[in-house]
């Protein structure tokens, strides 16, 4: 059984910063991408960040420079290192397996660590 | 970056009933390269549909994602009372990755 498990959110005051974990398990981890995504209160899904399995990145531009998305392959763990946090990051932020063997999507997701950025 | 609209923001309706959620892409560049996730609160978001018609594994077949002249539809056929979420289109072929902003489907 795919699985995903979110950790390391939390309450942070704005400029600190958090990193978040996503243990995988149940496939094979060096075979897919990982992509974090996240929902503000309120707000509907934002794509964040997405490493692929040679370590390539992509990043929000809403993010871009003070977040690191990172990935221990011999952990089969996802992460997602947040510096210089700020009100609006404050979030639910999800990990998700891409699939790209037809089309591309996210067919698996964790259930969500929560981030809370304030004084 | 491919801006998705979904319509409409909410959809009232009675278990048993249709639901037809729309999705248009700013751009026809996305061919069927469109998904549907569900989503709950407190849940992790679910793939209903890629490549714009594929049902996912397990989903039942009263959900079916098609195209129309404007973009791209779900249809959830008779409402059970488990579909009671939201929806949101999701495209990754070109990136930023982008998401509509959602369908909440609701109880009438």
């Known amino acids: 059984e795919v699985q995903l498990l979110e950790s390391g959110g939390g309450l942070e005051q704005p400029g600190g910063s958090l990193r978040l974990s996503c243990v995988a398990s149940?496939?094979?981890?060096?075979?897919?991408?990982l992509t974090w995504v996240r929902q503000a209160p309120g707000r509907g899904l934002e794509w964040v960040s997405t490493i692929h399995t040679g370590g390539d990145t992509l990043y929000a531009d809403s993010i871009q420079g003070r977040f690191t998305i990172s990935r221990d392959n011999s952990q089969s763990t996802l992460y997602l290192q947040m510096n210089s946090l700020r009100s609006e990051d404050t979030a639910v932020y999800y990990c998700a397996r891409g699939t790209s063997d037809t089309y591309y999507r996210f067919d698996y997701w964790g259930q969500g660590t929560l981030v809370t950025v304030s004084s | 970056e491919i801006v998705l609209t979904q319509s409409p923001g909410t959809l009232s309706l009675s278990p048993g009933e249709r639901a037809t959620l729309s999705c248009r892409p700013s751009?026809?560049?996305?061919?069927?390269?469109l998904n549907w996730y569900q989503h709950k609160p407190g849940q992790a978001p679910r793939l209903l549909i890629s490549g714009a018609s594929s049902r996912a594994t397990g989903i039942p077949d009263r959900f079916s994602g098609g195209e129309s002249e404007t973009g791209f539809t779900l249809t959830i056929s008779r409402l059970e009372p488990e579909d009671f979420a939201v929806y949101y289109c999701?495209?990754?072929?070109?990136?930023?990755?982008?998401f509509g902003q959602g369908t909440k489907v609701e109880i009438k």
């Open positions: 149940g496939f094979s981890f060096t075979s897919y991408a």
């Open positions: 999701g495209q990754s072929v070109f990136s930023p990755t982008t």
């Open positions: 751009h026809n560049v996305i061919n069927k390269y």
